[in-house]
């Protein structure tokens, strides 16, 4: 060390959830290492960094100029927003040398149940730029320049260079989901205890539901919830019942309140959700927050019970986009469920087990979408095959799904040829062939 340090840094360093770390550790790493504390996360709404970032910083610190390090961390290092420091200091201060995305065949490799991301970096000592980075990734080996490890954001994209260079085209000519909408996704409704929201319905009456314990709910303080288990590509099935207490809960308690609450085993206050939003009340369109390929759906504001609607929220495990009518909802899913929208976002999206991926509302935000009007022919178009895709059996869609397919390549300004290798990679990277 005392001569500059280490010519070779390699290491296994633990993978550490920021939740498990023990608070006085945490804030001994935050004092101490830069990447951990999070310096330049650029105004992220939280920062929980992984306990290998800490590792990797001190590995950079052992290396002496022109010395390299490489490390075996988690592949959510790729997309994390808590890694975004390192990957700009990588970008701007050493030299990467290789990404290895072991994620979708760890299992041939280690016998933990991961997702491993070899990763090699070299100090800069003064020489000239760096040409290429060696990538593997979905079995497939390739060079790209620094440059295209990324397709407008922080994020680091392993995608061959045609591929590549197709996605690239599309973020530099269509501006992000948020600023065509003009809108974010939000998070569906988090109760903060299921067992006390959920209900077991069994009769539903005039102006109350019985539950199974023989407590009787007024109509109004129920709704309808859609949870990710109940979400399919086009469909939404049977949703639960669960308790609609008014913002902040109850304030003056009537006689059910108490009953309800003395069965659940739990004080009369803790009754209201933890995140309520005015989005999850009126129409929507919704998807799956873990899923192998974007599973969009329209969720309607309400189910009709004879003269009444109860209202239809997502719960948290889906994330919501709150429309204007019921044909913009139909339109927009089309988008969402179509090849091309579903390559732009497996790029930027964080990897999770068995080639599931984490459709965060953060990740659809920033999609390029194109702006399509209510008075161009092809929101006409993709009304109508949306239309069609919710009332079909999931095998009889292929049709439908091509059409949108087609609608949208167009929109995007994607060939024939091109949207058959995006398909191609699409299949590849959710584990369901396809050619390299």
């Known amino acids: 060390m005392a001569r500059g340090g280490f010519d070779v840094v390699v290491g296994n360093p633990p993978w550490v959830r920021n939740s498990r770390i023990e608070p006085r550790a945490k804030r001994m790493y935050s004092e101490r290492f830069a990447l951990f504390r999070g310096d330049g996360a650029r105004g992220a709404a939280f920062h929980q960094p992984d306990l290998s970032i800490a590792f990797v910083e001190r590995a950079l610190a052992l290396a002496a100029p022109g010395g390299v390090v490489s490390l075996l961390v988690p592949a959510k290092l790729l997309n994390a927003g808590y890694a975004a420091p390192l990957r700009r200091r990588a970008a701007s201060s050493v030299h990467i040398l290789a990404l290895d995305d072991w994620s979708s065949d760890a299992q041939r490799h280690f016998d933990a149940d991961t997702f491993p991301l070899g990763i090699t970096l070299a100090h800069r000592d003064g020489g000239s730029g760096q040409a290429c980075v060696s990538i593997t990734s979905a079995g497939e080996s390739f060079a790209l320049p620094p440059a295209a490890l990324t397709l407008g954001g922080s994020e680091w994209s392993l995608l061959p260079p045609d591929v590549h260079a197709i996605l690239g085209r599309i973020h530099a000519a269509q501006s992000p989901l948020a600023e065509t909408l003009g809108r974010t996704p939000v998070m569906g409704v988090k109760t903060g205890n299921n067992g006390a929201f959920f209900l077991d319905v069994k009769r539903v009456r005039d102006k109350a539901v019985e539950t199974t314990d023989g407590i009787h709910i007024p109509l109004t303080a129920v709704c309808r919830c859609a949870r990710g288990r109940d979400v399919r590509r086009w469909q939404v099935g049977e949703p639960a019942w669960m308790l609609w207490p008014p913002a902040g809960g109850w304030r003056r308690p009537t006689r059910w309140v108490e009953r309800l609450a003395e069965a659940r085993g739990v004080e009369v206050e803790t009754l209201r959700l933890s995140y309520v939003r005015p989005e999850h009340v009126g129409i929507k369109v919704v998807w ?129 040829d091109e949207h058959a290798r995006l398909a191609s990679f699409l299949r590849k990277r959710l584990g369901m062939g396809g050619d390299a």
């Open 288 to 416: 799956k927050d873990l899923s192998r390929g974007l599973c969009a759906a329209v969720l309607e504001d309400a189910v009709r019970l004879g003269d009444r609607s109860i209202p239809l929220v997502p719960n948290q495990t889906l994330y919501a986009l709150d429309v204007s009518s019921i044909d913009e909802a139909n339109v927009l899913a089309a988008l969402l469920n179509s090849t091309i929208v579903n390559v732009l976002v497996v790029a930027i999206a964080e990897r999770a087990k068995d080639s599931y991926f984490r459709y965060f509302g953060r990740t659809i935000a920033r999609l390029p979408l194109p702006s399509v009007a209510p008075s161009h022919e092809a929101w006409t178009r993709l009304l109508r095959a949306a239309r069609r895709a919710r009332r079909k059996p999931e095998t009889a869609r292929e049709g439908v799904d091509d059409e949108i397919d087609a609608i949208v390549a167009a929109l995007y300004g994607v060939s024939v």
